[in-house]
């Protein structure tokens, strides 16, 4: 089991910063790629950005790319999601995920353990 626990949501003006972290216990946190995906009010769950367990690799949704930067931070057992120029369109609750694949996959029910969520709210 992994347990997972988001933090660092909150409401931002558009154009604004926010850094979401993933707090991570339970299993080895390196033998994980991890994810954010997040959830609109009336929408699918949907892939955000992904990371390999190295963090050598990453993958962005085109609808952030450029914008937001996942990281991981192995010996700290977190992973980060900063998310520059936001935007209302980025209004969701946002999940950090982790997948027993060794790499970041865009397919939610590749992911087996979940946070919380972690509500951001962007004004416009």
């Known amino acids: 089991q992994v347990q997972l626990v988001d933090s660092g949501g909150g ?20 033998n994980y ?7 609109a009010p009336g929408k699918e769950r949907e892939f955000v950005a992904g990371i390999s367990w190295s963090g050598g690799m990453t993958y962005y949704a085109d609808s952030v790319k450029g914008r937001f930067t996942i990281s991981r931070d192995n010996a700290k057992n977190t992973v980060y999601l900063q998310m ?10 946002y999940y950090c995920a982790a997948t027993g694949l060794h790499i970041a996959t865009r397919n939610r029910d590749d992911y087996d353990y979940w946070g919380q969520g972690t509500q951001v709210t962007v004004s416009s």
């Open 33 to 39: 790629a991890m994810g954010w995906l997040r959830q």
């Open 84 to 93: 520059n120029s936001l935007k209302p369109e980025d209004t969701a609750v």
């Open 11 to 30: 409401l931002v003006q558009a154009g604004g910063s926010l850094r979401l972290s993933c707090a991570a216990s339970g299993r080895t946190f390196s």
